[in-house]
């Protein structure tokens, strides 16, 4: 009973590694498939770079926002809180531009407890330059 196992064994063992040669030629001898021509998708417009890069904190009843600006445009930002009584104001901050490399620190609190608080940003208009002084007029 032994030698008939061992030999079941061995013709099984065979078996599997011939089925795996022949599987592995075939696959190695398969064509490769047709060259399709690439599809490219239209060529969307690249995201701006632009909105500084915020971190609200709450504690407690304050709320601070640490703003840093790494892009090259100016950003205006303002930060808002909802606070949870309903008879406890919202806030939002005025605006603050963040220049280019720039950072800003902007709080606000409730009486109570503070439901949520967020950053808006939007691109501060570019400053028009200033226009160069009218020419004197010699003896006027």
């Known amino acids: 009973m032994r030698a ?8 099984a063992s065979v078996a599997a590694l011939l089925l795996g040669t022949a599987v592995a030629a075939e696959v190695h001898a398969a064509p490769a498939p047709a060259e399709e021509p690439a599809v490219t998708a239209p060529a969307a417009a690249a995201p701006e770079d632009f909105g500084a890069a915020c971190h609200t904190v709450v504690e ?12 090259p445009r100016t950003d205006r930002i303002r930060l808002h809180v909802e606070c949870d009584p309903w008879w406890d104001l919202d806030t939002d901050s005025a605006p603050v531009d963040v220049a280019p490399a720039d950072h800003a620190t902007l709080t606000a609190r409730c009486w109570k407890e503070v439901r949520s608080a967020w950053v808006t940003h939007e691109p501060a208009a570019e400053p028009v330059p200033p226009s160069p002084p009218a020419a004197s007029r010699p003896g006027t």
């Open 4 to 11: 008939l196992h061992r030999g079941f064994a061995a013709h």
């Open 60 to 71: 407690g009843t304050r709320v601070t926002a640490h703003c840093r600006n790494p892009y």
